[in-house]
């Protein structure tokens, strides 16, 4: 429940605070988006008086957005509400501490030599903390120190702060309409809680198949450990208002491995999808963790090879040999049922292996996708080709002015030499970028318009043999 106002508020007197923490837990449920937020629900059985109380719920995340935090009762929902919540993220180190104590006395104690061989003693002085800026000024009755004097020395404070705490902790004033224990349900957005997709796959010897396995990994980097949690997460761009965050309190990952054959439930949320690991799992402060997801085998895929042209080739005169250009090697398959998948793929990195000879594992090639829906297409790069070439070379060009004023119109002429040293021919699809109105006026090979502005060429290229595509093109600008 929200804080709202009383009609009739209650007294200003501090009452006795209430502290919950993790043994207190019943339930626990996270959802995690792609974009580094999650929603926790933590319920928990506290023991509540009658009226008006202070609730410490502690280890709650350190990046929690507290202005999101409901905190719901669900055994006596009557008479409850929440009054006013605070959250205390300013965690006790020995330097806050320290920072605490400004203006405050402390005991310092120090060891130092007894004299005449007996050893040594313990030394107890009062103090006041002047500073901590970069190092501590401590007064004494006599002097004033810049560090612990002694050998081996300490400081001893009386008690902690109330406004400091060792766990993240958020602290709310309410009031319950019954004296027994209930069970309370605490949601919130944190930052720190990511997944990403990760995807292997595996191509057969032939090239013609292959095996997928996803896993999705996990980060927390949120200062909590959410233990034995329902786990789910949401695939799509969940939009989430810009602000200014607080420093964070973490610090770096661990990497932890942790992948198991789990299973992943699907389902549809309004313009998302939503996935349920079918068991708990415990996320811990500081850890990358990976499950299961999805597996398939005997996906049909294709390979293509690709030249890519540039549109400022039309409008300039190249003279020399030419230049050599890169082929880039693609894989392509259908995200359908007839394909054995027909599953919502969430955006993510595919890392493509094949054996080789010898049978063992070798990585070639990686790319990304975006979150990807049924019946659809996945289109990734791997590399560029080592034993398919190309070169080309302009072989005529020519500027004259158009109708229109300004209007020019340029005729130019390519040659494009295809080499294969594989044992095998191959397509080469050469994609050709026609600025302006354009219009193909010769040529040695049929082609397509695959869009406006661009021109497709099939080539086939023989087994350790080579083919050249020519053609004339007329752009106007």
């Known amino acids: 429940m929200r804080p709202h106002s009383l009609p009739h508020p209650p007294s200003e007197q501090s009452p006795d605070e209430i502290q919950t923490t993790l043994k207190d837990q019943r339930a626990l449920a996270v959802t995690i988006y792609n974009n580094d937020r999650a929603l926790i629900k933590d319920q928990r059985e506290v023991r509540l008086p009658k009226g008006q109380c202070q609730l410490a719920f502690q280890e709650v995340s350190a990046k929690i957005e507290p202005e999101t935090a409901i905190l719901s009762n669900l055994t006596s929902p009557k008479d409850f509400w929440v009054v006013e919540q605070n959250f205390d993220f300013d965690l006790l180190t020995p330097k806050k501490l320290l920072d605490k104590y400004v203006g405050e006395k402390v005991e310092v104690i120090r060891i130092v030599p007894s004299g005449k061989g007996e050893g040594e003693r313990e030394v107890r002085e009062e103090a ?6 970069g190092g501590v000024v401590l007064q004494f009755a006599d002097r004033i120190e810049t560090e612990v004097p002694g050998r081996v020395g300490r400081i001893v404070f009386p008690k902690v702060p109330e406004n400091l705490r060792a766990r993240p902790t958020l602290v709310m004033l309410l009031n319950s309409g019954a004296d027994k224990a209930q069970k309370l349900e605490l949601s919130y957005l944190t930052e720190g809680l990511s997944w990403e997709a990760d995807y292997a ?42 602000k200014h965050s607080r420093s964070d309190v973490m610090g770096c990952a661990l990497e932890i491995y942790d992948a198991k054959c789990d299973n992943m439930e699907e389902e549809s949320l309004f313009e998302y999808h939503l996935y349920t690991l079918d068991r708990p799992t415990t996320l811990k402060e500081n850890q990358t963790k990976q499950v299961a997801m999805l ?20 409008t300039n005169s190249y003279g020399g040999r030419g230049e050599k250009l890169d082929i880039s090697v693609y894989i392509w398959f259908e995200n359908d049922e007839a394909s054995s998948l027909g599953k ?22 990686e790319d990304s996708i975006e979150h990807t829906p049924k019946n659809e297409s996945v289109l990734l790069k791997l590399g560029t080709a080592f034993d398919v070439t190309a070169h080309r070379r302009q072989t005529d060009f020519k500027k004259q002015p158009g109708a229109k004023e300004k209007e020019y119109i340029y005729d130019s002429a390519f040659e494009i030499l295809l080499k294969n040293a594989k044992d095998e021919a191959v397509t080469v699809a050469v994609h050709e970028p026609l600025p302006g109105d354009w219009e193909i006026l010769e040529k040695s090979h049929e082609f397509t318009k695959l869009a406006s502005g661009t021109a497709l060429f099939k080539v086939e290229v023989p087994a350790e043999g080579s083919a050249t595509l020519t053609y004339r ?5």
């Open 473 to 477: 093109a007329r752009v106007k600008l």
């Open 344 to 365: 919502p793929l969430p955006a993510g990195t595919m890392r493509v292996y094949k054996n080789d000879r010898r049978g063992s594992s070798q990585f070639i090639g």
């Open 128 to 133: 006041l903390v002047l500073a901590t800026n």
């Open 201 to 242: 796959i595996s191509l057969s010897q032939d090239e013609k198949t292959m095996d997928i396995s996803g896993l999705v990994t996990l980060t927390n980097q949120s200062g909590a450990t959410y233990p034995n949690a329902k786990l789910q997460l949401v695939a799509g761009e969940v939009n989430k208002v810009s």
């Open 295 to 314: 597996s398939a085998s005997g996906v049909p895929i294709e390979k293509d090879y690709d030249l890519f042209g540039q549109s400022h080739f039309f």
